[in-house]
């Protein structure tokens, strides 16, 4: 137990900022500091080692904290004593209104740590606040910030950890339900640098009321003892076949690789959207230029008495410089080409013109994309032979325009579809596993 109690947080000694607030005597400070300094934007630290700003997060004064946020929002990260940022000593004190408006001011204060590496988030737990705890997970939640939830500190403990060291049954639950479900088993089993997780805690340090509750809520979401986190996965294998392990490892790496809301940051996935429509883009506008078999360097017209029936008839078939030599020979695969081309093509602008709402210079960036829209066209309907011609200008102009307006209504009933094929698959790889895989 000694050797446990060296990687949990120690308890936050009282200190003169937090319990020697008198709110209507504070109040009166606070106000009078920010008059002093309001010109010259300048809040050292006092000697207690705090800011006017921490004083007023610690009061609650929520009026206070804006009127100084309003003169630098960088004060919010300005880290006093132990490194506790406004942020910290609101969270200790348990003032909601005070968490919401600093987060709201500046986001990235949610990841400030202490000189222990403790968030905002392990101070709540700590010192039992359960309304400030609430307000930070639904702030993380709502800010994409889930990576703040599993933040460690310097010994390795997550929130969970210590919430489940405290435990409190009310946060655990809260936050356990905020971690995506599809890596809840994964983070509900984090170890901190004594390989102990959550469930550990749970069995070392056993109370007389409320464990089970707890310990049911944790083996809910899949929480295990640490020296079976490693073993697990090779039992599992073990007991099955080899068809299914590399079945559940593609699986698995396809789930990885999924963007997933609560992780993934929006700003790179439209970023990596930006990238491969981009690329779509370029991809099709070259090929309307060079199409498949490349395009006719001359003209010929054969004479209307020459004879058909000579063995090189085909490479005589009338044509003219530029028209595409494969659409001359077989007009059904060109059109098909086309067809698909300019769906590619249209899509990738769709996407790039909603990706860039927002964007300087947008005005001008859309009438580059219109200019390569006419280009696209224009240069498909130029290399088309005559006998599909008009094929190729329906294509390119009517199924160009409306293409991104199909799209939105298909996307759902495709979905629909997807979802239907999937599960008819998996039905059937389970009957195949079942009933298949066992007699071999």
């Known amino acids: 137990m000694d050797a446990f109690e060296t990687h949990l947080p120690k308890e936050i000694v009282p200190d003169p900022l937090h319990n020697s607030f008198n709110p209507r005597r504070e109040e009166y ?22 800011s006017p700003l921490h004083a007023a997060a610690a009061a609650g004064q929520v009026e206070a904290v804006k009127t100084i946020l309003g003169l630098d929002e960088k ?7 132990d490194g506790k940022t406004p942020l910290h000593v609101a969270t200790m004190r348990g003032k909601t209104d005070v968490i919401r408006e600093i987060v709201s001011s500046c986001v990235d204060c949610l990841e400030d740590e202490t000189v222990q590496g403790q968030t905002a988030l392990h101070l ?10 609430i307000a930070i997970v639904e702030l993380i939640t709502e800010k994409n910030r889930i990576d703040v939830l599993y933040k460690k500190d310097e010994k390795g403990n997550t929130a969970l950890h210590l919430a489940t060291w405290r435990k409190n049954r009310q946060v655990i639950e809260v936050l356990v339900q905020a971690i995506p479900e599809e890596s809840r088993t994964f983070e509900v089993n984090a ?27 944790l083996i809910e979401s899949g929480a295990q003892r640490g020296r079976e986190v490693g073993t697990t996965n090779v039992e599992r294998t073990t007991s099955t076949s080899t068809c299914q392990a590399e ?13 997933k809301k609560h992780r993934d940051s929006p700003s790179e996935a439209r970023s990596a959207l930006l990238v491969v429509a981009s690329l779509v883009a370029t991809a099709t506008f070259q090929a309307s230029l060079t199409p498949p078999g490349g395009t006719w360097q001359d003209s010929h017209i054969p004479a209307v008495s020459q004879n058909t029936t000579n063995v090189n008839t085909t490479y005589q078939q009338a ?38 709402l927002g964007f300087p210079l947008r005005f001008q960036l859309q009438v580059c994309m219109m200019a390569m829209y006419f280009s696209h066209n224009t240069a498909m309907t130029s290399i088309a032979p005559d006998h599909v011609k008009l094929y190729c200008i329906l ?9 991104p307006g199909l799209m939105r209504l298909l996307e759902k009933p495709i979905g629909m579809l997807d979802q239907f094929l999937d599960s008819m698959l998996q039905k059937i790889w389970r009957f195949i596993s079942v009933k298949i895989i066992p007699w071999r």
Do not use: W
């Open 247 to 259: 079945s559940q490892s593609h699986k698995d790496l396809v789930k990885y690789f999924t963007f």
């Open 124 to 133: 709540g737990v700590l010192h039992q606040e359960i309304g400030a705890v």
């Open 75 to 81: 004060l919010c990260r300005l880290k006093g004593r």
């Open 191 to 217: 170890m901190n640098k004594m390989g102990l997780s959550a469930l550990d805690l749970l069995v070392m340090f056993p109370s007389e009321a409320g464990d089970r509750e707890i310990y049911e809520k």
């Open 319 to 356: 044509h003219i410089a530029g028209q595409s030599i494969m659409g001359t020979f077989n007009g059904v695969a060109f059109t098909l080409f086309v067809f698909f081309n300019t769906i590619g093509f249209a899509v990738s602008l769709s996407m790039l013109n909603i990706l860039t």
């Open 395 to 403: 294509i390119t102009s009517i199924l160009a325009a409306t293409t």
């Open 29 to 50: 400070a606070v106000a009078g500091k920010i008059l002093r300094q309001r010109s010259g934007f300048v809040f050292d630290l006092e000697k207690d080692g705090f």
